[in-house]
């Protein structure tokens, strides 16, 4: 079969990162450690594991951050290589371990791609696993599988760039009939978002301001509705599509201006703070929103959302940083200051129930709470890569959201 894999070269690499610096198309080139390979299909590690027959497999902003070389090499201890892209997803099981019950060759399932303790085949859970946090699992190099932190970046599992892939029955979430395709797909990207807002509740009386409307924002905005906050949201929104989904899905006050001074201004002229020039350097910001969403994670959106952010506030990290450069930290201690990362998704507990966040918004889907459909924009076929990525690397021009490679 064919697969998206992404290589460990190191010609390739270096040569990626100097041409890319001014031709962007070098990263999914002939050179790239990106490429379109015939591969044999991954196995079923252990009989709890089944295989997937992909459906759809989605782009995200970390896939995008890995195949451009944004992403930090820190996470590389933590992935095995040739690795098949691809961790959102929704498809049908299509072969089923002898260990596997519940579950029937047909079935329509979206998969958690976190490959934990349970995942790797251990009995006795790390502390992480074990209150459920299984995002911050200490076990990512061992167990029976390659190391991995998700599907899609482990040799072992392949991943949804691919017509099929494989999963642990752990992290199996049926998708009801009432729940489309294209809705099943947005499970794991919304899943982060209500993730980072579960752990950071806005309180019905706070501003918050969300940096980013893309898939992540669009979802942050989302998450904070579909949990019952009455929050004032500010969404700063660059495209007109982002602005119209921005206000469908629950945003009070959508900014045009997404940058610098511009930006600041108007994100004071909403929370009633100032903007005031230093003798060097950016402007800085008196007040601010009480909860920022960075879902971009870039040097900008990260120093924007510490000026940004009022006395007291908190700045929570949704989009992928990597290795910023350029950020004032002095903002922290000036304002006291509340910088808190997030990563994936977990066992939540709301409303005294503990839960999965990809199960809990299977739920809100199949309830008819959470309607993603509408987000996913632009379908593509496999052998089309490069023209997908092409698209999604132009927002501007393709007034793409969320684009996903389809699978008959």
């Known amino acids: 079969m064919q697969a998206l894999q992404f290589s460990d070269n190191i010609p390739r690499y270096v040569l990626s990162k100097v041409v890319g610096r001014g031709y962007r198309k070098v990263f999914w080139?002939?050179?790239?450690?990106?490429?379109?390979?015939?591969?044999?299909?991954?196995?079923l590690p252990t009989p709890e594991w089944v295989r997937v027959k992909t459906r759809y497999g989605g782009i995200c902003g970390s896939d995008l951050g890995t195949i451009l070389l944004h992403t930090s090499t820190a996470t590389t201890p933590f992935v095995s290589f040739p690795f098949t892209l691809g961790h959102e997803n929704v498809g049908t099981i299509e072969e089923i371990g002898s260990a596997v019950e519940g579950f029937a060759v047909g079935q329509r399932v979206v998969v958690d791609p976190v490959l934990g303790c349970e995942v790797r085949g251990f009995r006795d859970l790390c502390p992480a696993c074990a209150r459920g946090d299984r995002n911050?699992?200490?076990?990512?190099?061992?167990?029976?599988?390659?190391?991995?932190?998700?599907?899609?970046?482990?040799?072992d599992t392949g991943g949804s760039?691919?017509?099929?892939f494989v999963?642990?029955?752990?992290?199996?979430?049926?998708?009801?009939?009432?729940v489309s395709d294209e809705n099943a797909l947005?499970?794991?990207p919304f899943a982060g978002a209500l993730h980072a807002v579960l752990r950071n509740r806005p309180e019905d009386d706070q501003t918050v301001l969300i940096l980013g409307a893309g898939v992540l924002g669009l979802c942050t905005i989302a998450a904070i509705r579909a949990i019952g906050s009455r929050a004032r949201i500010i969404v700063a929104a660059r495209h007109p599509l982002q602005r119209e989904m921005a206000a469908r899905y629950g945003a009070d006050v959508i900014l045009r201006e997404t940058r610098g001074v511009d930006l600041y201004r108007a994100v004071a002229r909403e929370t009633g703070g100032d903007v005031h020039k230093p003798v060097i350097g950016k402007h800085v910001v008196r007040g601010g929103a009480d909860l920022v969403f960075d879902c971009v994670g870039s040097d900008e959106t990260l120093d924007d959302g510490l000026r940004l952010t009022g006395p007291g506030g908190r700045l929570v990290l949704v989009g992928l940083a990597a290795v910023p450069s350029g950020v004032d930290w002095s903002t922290i201690w000036m304002k006291e200051i509340t910088v808190r990362g997030t990563y994936c998704y977990a066992i939540e507990e709301i409303n005294g129930e503990r839960i999965s966040t990809m199960a809990l918004t299977v739920r809100l889907m199949a309830e008819g709470k959470l309607d993603l459909a509408p987000l996913v924009t632009h379908r593509f076929r496999l052998?089309?890569?490069?023209?997908?990525?092409?698209?999604?690397?132009?927002?501007?021009?393709s007034g793409v959201i969320k684009a996903v490679f389809a699978f008959d």
């Open 167 to 178: 999963a642990h029955r752990s992290q199996l979430v049926p998708v009801p009939d009432s």
């Open 383 to 397: 052998e089309d890569y490069r023209e997908a990525l092409d698209t999604v690397t132009r927002k501007g021009r």
């Open 161 to 164: 760039w691919s017509p099929n």
């Open 136 to 155: 911050l699992c200490l076990r990512f190099r061992e167990g029976t599988i390659a190391p991995g932190m998700l599907t899609g970046f482990c040799r």
């Open 29 to 43: 080139s002939d050179l790239a450690c990106l490429q379109l390979r015939d591969v044999p299909p991954p196995r």
């Open 186 to 188: 947005m499970a794991e």
